[in-house]
């Protein structure tokens, strides 16, 4: 069995429509990024400094949220989070509420091998960033026009939409207008997962959470079971809308069928995303110990990308139209 | 229609030497909190406004580590926790790094039923508390001479170990560290996790859980352990509803509450089976306990290590407080 990786730029009500000159710096984004995780492995890095690398690399890229192009809370900042785990010795690492450091999933890392502790957050994490001395800018650094201009649309919206949680959608007034203009999913996430050919596992997610976000939200990605999770049986990482996979535990739960129904990765995976969440919620990627990957989500798209040591790889971002 | 049951702990992990005295203070306060909680199921209260009435009485009383009697930051600050979870939709509240709030477990029900969100922190959770009005107080409110003297002796302890992973002779010397046995890396007669929760099933079958703490002693300021974590410290769903306690790091690892369920859910176990299954297996060499209940009004209990402060009900009149084993 050789090894795999999977990663996700999000999942969420990705239009068809998405004219191309969104569509091509992503899709591009998700090659260049498989493209640097495929290198590692065959390098033999480990499949924790893989998952971590790649989402470093995912979240420099602004076209993403998470790091640099992370969305905005309602006070205009970023707050990023992210979490890490390793399959092998089930040692993990997140972090919340950062607002100056480049790269929350090394952050996340250090957390994991460098205190006593799994999950820092806010000023304690920027604090404990800073003696660590990892790469940190002002926060202005990470805020993206895309994203001041997501963040306007949701606030209009807002006035018009009581209930915050009902999709923007419902707004029968904006029929035939799509919800943000520039045609992108307002939710979103990175994540990567990676198999070694031994088997060894592990898992990264890292975000900026959800547009216009009471300061001070946590979502699923630095809980360890929900957006994250590695044990002996697979590596998950999630994406969606933070809360529905608070509740329904997603990561853990994959890993759980597998173990306690004995069901294949792919049946596991497509349970808890088509009958476990609400539609148009969840996505996520996942690979087992034996070399498997999937990719389900039960949203309109999943920006996302795998390969396989033997040669297959994959770009997609909709259910029919693979690129490659 | 199902018999109601329910429980309540103190903490897992409780030092040996703990003097009788303490011992008889911490059994009549759970005793007063499940007698608090049995009255209001008498009344047909649900299950989630059970757990936040019984939390939010442990978390009055500074005998527990949690809201008044937090354990204490590195920097001698109190950031308290908490999280509610109600079975019947599985809809979570949580809440982490408050500092003035004085019912932690109600603002994290607020955050479950007033906002948009699952779960705040820090500023942005005091700032919510305030736009909702809740009660606070003053950090030192929360704060207990006793605390402050464990802070100091942790200081101590931890200055001597260099990695609190690997064991060290030497800090046997340190006054006041008689006891041998640790937790979290510090001997248990400084600091014994405490964190509080209630589980509860009520007559209509509904199942809820909530679990607070004031974390970690001598913890690193913006250290988020297991009780505010869905799945970990906290977990409800139809069949049952579990609340952690122990050493964070191991539950968070374990998702420990969640596995309950988990396989109660995929593997068809019982409720005390399913308890049994997740202390023994999900815990490699950490120290943790938890208390839960099932949607068949069924209650159970389980730890790994030495004591845990526990009491449970259920509405056939069975009833009991205990420290060990």
């Given amino acids: ?324 | 229609m199902v018999g109601w049951a329910i429980a309540v702990h103190g903490g897992a992990g409780v030092d040996p030497n703990l003097p009788p005295r303490r011992q008889e203070e911490a059994k009549q306060l759970l005793t007063h909190c499940l007698n608090l909680g049995i009255s209001a199921l008498r009344s047909n209260a649900s299950a989630v406004d059970v757990v936040e009435l019984v939390v939010r009485q442990l978390e009055s009383n500074p005998l527990f580590n949690s809201g008044r009697g937090s354990a204490l930051t590195a920097k001698g600050t109190v950031e308290m926790e908490a999280s509610i979870m109600d079975g019947a939709k599985r809809r979570c509240g949580a809440v982490s790094g408050l500092s003035t709030v004085k019912n932690p477990v109600s603002l994290a029900r607020l955050v479950m039923e007033k906002s948009p969100h699952s779960y705040l922190a820090f500023s942005g959770a005091e700032e919510f508390a305030r736009q909702q009005g809740v009660e606070v107080e003053n950090n030192e409110y929360f704060i207990t001479p006793d605390n402050v003297g464990m802070l100091k002796l942790a200081k101590e302890a931890n200055t001597i170990m260099f990695d609190y992973r690997i064991p060290i002779a030497g800090y046997e010397k340190c006054a006041g560290l008689e006891s041998s046995v640790k937790m979290n890396g510090l001997p248990i007669s400084i600091y014994a996790p405490e964190t509080v929760g209630c589980v509860v099933v009520d007559s209509e079958g509904r199942c809820a859980a909530a679990t607070s703490t004031g974390g970690l002693m001598n913890k690193m300021s913006g250290r988020i352990g297991d009780s505010p974590l869905i799945g970990a410290g906290t977990y409800a769903c139809e069949v049952c509803g579990v609340s952690c306690t122990g050493e964070g790091e191991a539950i968070i690892r374990g998702t420990l509450a969640r596995e309950v369920a988990a396989v109660m859910e995929y593997k068809g176990l019982r409720l005390q089976e399913a308890v049994d299954f997740v202390i023994k297996h999900r815990l490699d060499e950490g120290f943790a306990g938890l208390i839960a209940v099932s949607n068949k009004g069924e209650v159970a209990y389980g730890f790994n290590c030495n004591g845990m402060f526990r009491g449970c009900a259920t509405e056939d009149g069975f009833m009991e407080v205990e420290i060990w084993e």
């Fill in chain 1, 1 to 324: 069995m050789g090894w795999a990786i999977a990663l996700h730029g999000g999942a969420g009500d990705i239009p068809y429509s998405l004219p191309p000159e969104r569509r091509q710096p992503r899709e591009e984004a998700l090659r260049h990024c498989l493209q640097i995780g495929i290198k590692a492995l065959n390098s033999k890095f480990t499949p924790l400094d893989v998952v971590e690398l790649v989402v470093r690399e995912l979240e420099n890229i602004p076209h993403f949220n998470a790091g640099r192009g992370s969305v905005l809370t309602n006070k205009g900042t970023v707050e990023m989070e992210a979490s890490i785990m390793d399959g092998k010795t089930m040692k993990c690492g997140a972090v919340s509420g950062l607002t100056t450091v480049v790269n929350a999933v090394s952050l996340a890392r250090l957390v994991m091998e460098n205190t006593p502790h799994i999950y820092l957050a806010f000023d304690g994490a920027e604090d404990f960033a800073r003696q660590q001395g990892v790469e940190t800018v002002d926060s202005s650094h990470f805020i993206t026009p895309e994203n001041i201009e997501r963040l306007n649309q949701a606030k209009d919206a807002n006035r018009v939409q009581i209930d915050y949680t009902q999709p923007i959608q419902n707004d029968t007034k904006n029929e035939t207008e799509p919800p943000f203009a520039n045609g992108d999913s307002q939710i979103g996430t990175v994540g990567c997962v990676a198999v070694d050919s031994n088997g060894n596992l592990a898992s990264a997610t890292s975000t900026g959470g959800l547009v216009n976000k009471m300061v001070g939200r946590i979502g699923d990605t630095p809980v360890i079971g929900a957006g994250t999770y590695a044990n002996e049986f697979c590596a998950v990482s999630a994406t969606g809308k933070g809360e529905a996979i608070i509740r329904g535990t997603v990561a853990r739960d994959v890993a759980a069928l597998m173990e306690f129904k004995g069901l294949s990765l792919k049946e596991a995976a497509n349970i808890v995303v088509q009958e476990r969440t609400p539609k148009g919620t969840v996505g996520l990627v996942a690979v087992s110990a034996a070399g498997e990957i999937a990719m389900p989500y039960n949203t309109t798209g999943m920006f996302r990308a795998c390969a396989t040591e033997d040669g297959y790889s994959e770009v997609a971002i909709w259910p029919d139209t693979k690129i490659e």
